[in-house]
């Protein structure tokens, strides 16, 4: 049964890649801007110029006004279109290992790997490295839609399908062995210690997550895309200044050539320690204002200042010893009542992965709003501190209106809770009007300018 159902996977996808790559491109190289883009320059509006009668409310509405209502309908369709994902990205994962379950072909694969070899480690990691070819092949249908043909649809990818392609292999072996070695010490432990491996499991992920975090921007990151140092005087001096002030002993700031994927504007702080560095991706350096520059590179500075991703790894940590335990009563009550119909053998058997993959689908899709709203607080402090480290309002507003490209700018407030792991575009707005209405004295010219 595993073989036919990867013959016959593996046939549809290369018909599916044949026809992909024979198709014209349906976006510009890289560079170009969608047709329904939010505008390049953005003019700070009337209603949010320095007055002695200024209105967040107004100033806040006067920018989103500035946003083509086409690129607005845009976006949010975009954005909506991606609620339904994660719903169908959760069912087809969940049939998919049901079905490995049911037909015997996890059971399959790990009777393969221990016949290729006698040395358990070496079992796990050979059942590891076929189960995970096997998943990417049957859902490569819904991955090459969501991640090559809507983002192109939308003008969002800049990609033809062959460096994408390409780029989704290396992604693919990067997971085979960082994650197959993870998947060997956690086997190797639920082995060890039978009747205490959901906490010692939690332990080892919560080290192995650190590890791959501080790894990440120096062996990781470079394999997508290439890492440069900025050099650029004209926009390194002011951020570089921006850094000093705050404290932060910045010697270098990185670009990236994210353009040859995709046209989004941003940037990031990754790594942790000695591998912690702040970048800016070359669509933001490229058409971003200088004041807007400096606003994005204030909240970068926030979330290095603030230790976001310290508090990042605590909240990731607390989830994990959650999971474990969920995870724990889970495999035990399954196996219980299907365990002999999977030909499962126990909980340290490497046929039981697709169950812990389907419990752990389930317990990520009931957590992404409190996901979510953890992320989306730490952005609210980061963007808060950007506004009092820069003091660019305007700059601010102009970067949450480019974001709008494939945000959407104005949602619900459940919405916003549910699906939001940033402030919503309005909100940000708001907020850099709200800053700027408390400081108006910086903004209005001294008496004999």
């Not at 942790?272 to 590179?297: A, F, K, W």
Request: hydrophobic share 50%; net charge positive; glycine share 8%.
């Amino acid at each position: 049964m595993k073989v036919r159902m990867t013959a016959i996977a593996g046939l549809a996808l290369f018909a599916l890649l044949l026809g992909l790559q024979r198709s014209p491109a349906q976006g510009a190289g890289p560079g170009a801007l969608p047709q329904t883009a939010m505008p390049s320059a953005i003019r700070v509006p009337a209603a949010a110029q320095p007055s002695d009668h200024f209105d967040v409310e107004a100033a806040t509405n006067a920018y989103l006004a500035e946003i083509p209502p086409n690129a607005r309908a845009k976006s949010d369709a975009y954005f909506e279109g991606g609620y339904w994902l994660i719903l169908w990205d959760f069912v087809y994962g969940v049939a998919l290992y049901i079905l490995l379950l049911h037909f015997g072909g996890s059971a399959g694969m790990r009777n393969l790997a221990e016949g290729i070899t006698r040395f358990k480690p070496i079992q796990t990691f050979v059942y590891w490295a076929e189960f995970l070819a096997l998943t990417t092949i049957l859902g490569a249908p819904l991955a090459v839609y969501e991640g090559f043909v809507r983002e192109r649809q939308y003008g969002l990818a800049t990609q033809t399908f062959g460096p994408w392609l390409g780029d989704q292999f290396k992604i693919l072996l990067v997971n085979i062995v960082l994650l197959g070695i993870l998947g060997v010490l956690l086997v190797g432990v639920v082995r060890r210690w039978p009747r205490s491996w959901s906490l010692r499991c939690a332990v080892v992920s919560i080290i192995f997550m650190i590890f791959a975090v501080m790894i990440a921007p120096v062996f990781i990151f470079p394999l997508l895309n290439k890492f440069t140092v900025l050099d650029d005087p004209r926009i390194t001096k002011p951020i570089l200044s921006l850094a000093r002030a705050n404290g932060i002993s910045a010697q270098k700031v990185y670009q990236m050539d994210a353009s040859r994927q995709t046209t989004r504007m941003s940037a990031n702080v990754s790594g942790y320690g000695q591998t912690m560095r702040i970048t800016l991706n070359d669509n933001l350096l490229r058409r971003g204002s200088p004041e807007e520059i400096q606003s994005v590179m204030g909240h970068e500075m926030g979330h290095y200042v603030l230790h976001h991703i310290a508090k990042d790894l605590l909240f990731f940590s607390v989830l994990i010893v959650i999971f474990f335990a969920f995870l724990r009563w889970s495999l035990d009550w399954s196996l219980s009542r299907w365990g002999a119909k999977w030909q499962v053998r126990g909980i340290g058997d490497t046929a039981v992965i697709p169950l812990v993959f389907l419990v752990g689908s389930l317990f990520g899709f009931l957590t992404t709003p409190f996901f979510n709203t953890h992320i989306r607080t730490n952005e609210f402090e980061a963007d808060m501190y950007g506004l009092n480290a820069s003091r660019q309002p305007d700059g601010f507003a102009q970067a949450a209106i480019h974001l709008g490209e494939y945000r959407k700018m104005s949602p619900g407030p459940v919405e916003e809770w549910i699906f939001f792991d940033h402030p919503s575009g309005r909100n940000r707005i708001r907020a850099a009007m709200r800053w700027k209405a408390e400081n108006l004295q910086l903004f209005v010219p001294k008496a004999g300018q």
